[in-house]
Nanobody, 123 residues
Framework: QPQLVESGGGVVQSGGSLRLSCVAS????????LGWFRQAPGKDREWVSC????????YYTHSVKGRFTTSRDDAIHTVILQMTTLKTEDTAVYYC????????????????WGQGTQVTVIA
């Protein structure tokens, strides 16, 4: 059964850093594109970043470019979101997701989701 489990969330001051991890299992993780999404209170879920199978390409939403980095370690079926220079507007529940598409920015193809981890950035 497909499963994605996020960890690493917490409370951090503005300007600080956090490292989110997501361990995937129950499907062909190596062949999947892996993405990060977030949902802030009262807002729709938004895409944050993604990384394609084999780490061929990665993409970021404009608001996090230069601050967040996505990587994957297929040996341990894990995707990482390294977040630096955090801002209060980054506060959200962060979700990892998996897609069968080789194009990781094909957002409609994400069909496996984790339960999310809370990130709170305080001023």
């Amino acid at each position: 059964q497909p499963q994605l489990v996020e960890s690493g969330g917490g409370v951090v001051q503005s300007g600080g850093s956090l490292r989110l991890s997501c361990v995937a299992s129950g499907f062909a993780v190596d062949a999947a594109s892996l993405g990060w999404f977030r949902q802030a209170p009262g807002k729709d879920r938004e895409w944050v970043s993604c990384i394609s199978s084999g780490s061929v390409s990665s993409y970021y939403t404009h608001s996090v470019k230069g601050r967040f980095t996505t990587s994957r370690d297929d040996a341990i079926h894990t995707v990482i979101l390294q977040m630096t220079t955090l801002k209060t507007e980054d506060t959200a529940v962060y979700y990892c997701a998996a897609s069968s598409s080789r194009l990781c920015d094909n957002l409609e193809k994400y069909n496996y989701w984790g339960q999310g981890t809370q990130v709170t950035v305080i001023a």
